[in-house]
């Protein structure tokens, strides 16, 4: 009995290994599409509370064909966004006295016919990490990625960290993280352009007065 169990385990992995195997083979063969719109942030504003520094904006992106087939056929993506924030200093390098990172993972389920968007504070290491995030279900593909989109009001630094009268610069990183993709499906899509989401904004930390809004998502 334990050698029938195992062996429908094996059994269930390598099919699934042929699975992905097969599809990096068809994508990597694929003619070129033609490229998609540069990924852009934008509406970017930073405001100053009693508790912290909070950032909101909105990262404009569109995915190729070749993603969204993937999403299709069950492999779920990653995106990170990085903010690190340093004290600019004329005589040395500047120090970085902050830094925080979301990570938003979008899946699709063939049962439901729906998408979920997983938002976490932090690099999701495994999917024991999707344990304590903000989970949330959408009907379309649009719906979804319009949440992945959309930063709002997301703390990037305690009020401790940053002094009053200094000047900070603030580096704001998104991507999609290839890193996170099935081990063999990875060989399949590095380098090809259809994956590269990626958009960077370094510039003087620019911080508005607090808005009374709550804020959405995870710290």
Known sequence: ????????????????????????????????TSLAAPTEI???????????????AVVRFELAPLVEDALLKGIAVFFVVE???????????????ASAVRTMRLAYQPLTGRWRVNIVSGVIASSAGLRATLNQNYD?????????QRLSRWKIAEATELELDTSYTLDLNFRLDLSQLPRPFQIGVAGQRDWAVFAQVKDRLRLAPSSPAPEEGPK
Do not use: H
């Not at 379309?140 to 992945?148: G, K, P, Q, R």
């Open 140 to 148: 379309t593909l649009a719906e979804a990625l319009s949440a992945i």
């Open 42 to 56: 934008t509406q970017l504003r930073a405001e100053r509370a009693e508790d912290g520094v909070y950032l909101s």
């Open 1 to 32: 009995m334990v050698f029938i169990t195992r062996s429908l385990k094996n059994a269930a992995v390598e099919a699934l290994i042929r699975c992905l195997l097969t599809l990096c083979m068809a994508w990597l063969w694929a003619p070129a």
């Open 83 to 97: 903010a690190d924030i340093y004290r600019d200093r004329w005589y040395w390098t500047d120090p970085r006295v």
